[in-house]
């Protein structure tokens, strides 16, 4: 098939259908905070006062970080996953973009066909997809190539086949396995994502390891939600990161996964103390919060926490003055691993002045 030109795609369909939208907080995702929203802004109300800038910078899907997101608020939203940055960039970091024409090669990409296998059909088609799902993810993406006509259009348009292709993906929310029996059979239809584009004027949004970023930045409130157990998010989520990045790399092994090393984090590793020492040794800020789980008693070694509640607070007081807000919630796993007494800690520090 030919690519039509940009001019024609963008005129297409001037009366599209495509009108339902979907939010950042759409997406299956280990460690998504939408559920304790109220409980990070609670304490941020009550102990931060009025903050000019919050900085996100283990940002996931960018929940939390969205929630401070007005005109007023200069947010900093980092992640090293590619594939979290572009959904980053397309809800907090989008500054420019023409609604219509999104709109419009939304639809024109939803109407797009094909029977013919290419890279990603051949790799994930009946394991993580259907065969015509992951023929169409496959074309799609490589057609984003062809008619984005900026940073900020085709951040926007692989946002959209992200979320698309997480709601038809045979698997139980992340991409470690797929289920033996295809059970999604749901036709692929990308959305439009829901940007507030006024709000983003003064954000920053950053695909960088944390421990340099926090080096080089400063903010009124710094939030930090790093990986709590031995789950390598670059082994959950190497799909979508392929799917991203889109640089075709050989895959491996049943769950068809490519080389990672670059996305390796400390924070699953034995050096998890001394990278969150380096972090908060390194921050500057008048606020710091930390995210991080007491997974109780788990009946899987990989899901206990890699750093003790003691030593995050041993740590924070060397910065100011700290304390410890929890709780109970119900986490979002992989569908194995059993937790008791499951509590979010919530640990706050207010950072004594600099002589």
Known sequence: MLYPAINEVCNWQKTSTTKKKFQIQNRRFLGNKHKLLDLIKDIVKENCGIID??????????????CFNDEKIKVI???????????????????FLIQSELDNKIEYLNNLETNKDNYFSINFGNRYFTIENARKIGFIRETIE???????EKAALITSLIYAADKVANTVGHYDAYRIKMD???????????????????NMVLNEDANRLVRKISCDVLYIDPPYNSRQ??????LLENLAVW????????????KRTHLKSNYCLKGA???????????RCAHILVSYNNTGESKHGRSNARIKDKDIL???????????????????TAGRSITNNHKERIFYCKVKKQL
């Open 53 to 66: 800038s919050f900085c996100d910078i283990f940002a996931g899907t960018g929940v939390v970080g969205n």
């Open 247 to 258: 640089g075709k790399p050989k895959v491996y092994g049943k769950a068809k996964k490519m």
């Open 146 to 152: 062809e008619i984005s006509e900026n940073a900020e």
């Open 273 to 283: 103390l001394d990278a969150f020492k380096d972090l908060i040794e390194n921050t």
């Open 233 to 238: 998010y670059s082994d959950t989520y190497h």
């Open 77 to 95: 939203s980092n992640d090293l996953l590619y594939s979290n940055y572009v959904s980053l960039r397309t809800f907090l970091g989008t500054k």
């Open 184 to 202: 999604s059979y749901s036709r692929l239809k990308l959305l439009v994502p829901d940007i507030d584009i006024e709000n983003n004027a003064r």
């Open 314 to 332: 041993t740590i924070l007081k060397t910065k100011g003055e700290s304390q410890i807000f929890e709780r109970e919630y119900q986490a979002f």
